[in-house]
């Protein structure tokens, strides 16, 4: 099922403690741009289709990676396309995203994105993994 995209912006904005929605719509742009370029094949279109409309399209259409980036080149390259971002602020945008989308994706999706990420995007996840 489809999450609203107003519920989704609202629960990003409240774990990323933004002060307004357009700040949510940016992290949310952006997260799912790199993490796209992360998914392939049917776990991303899986994904997509449980997010609002303009979501899914930005994670269907990713920006373009070389090699998977580790969580932490991830949070980097976050902090990179997000003006005036830190790595520690980047880390907070990233979680508030990821873990929205943790919530709209079931536990059986979530595993297989998991599966096709690098060691340690769990965490990002807001799922820590028994190893």
Sequence with gaps: MTVR??????QVKERGEYGTPQEAERAARVVLALLGAHLIGEVRAQLAARLPEGFALILLNPLQSAEPLSPERFVRATAAWIEGATEH???WDVSAVLSTVADAADDDLLEQILFQLPAGYDLLFGRPQAT
């Excluded at 995209?5 to 609202?10: C, H, Q, T």
């Design 5 to 10: 995209r107003e519920a989704f912006l609202d």
């Design 89 to 91: 602020t980047a880390a």
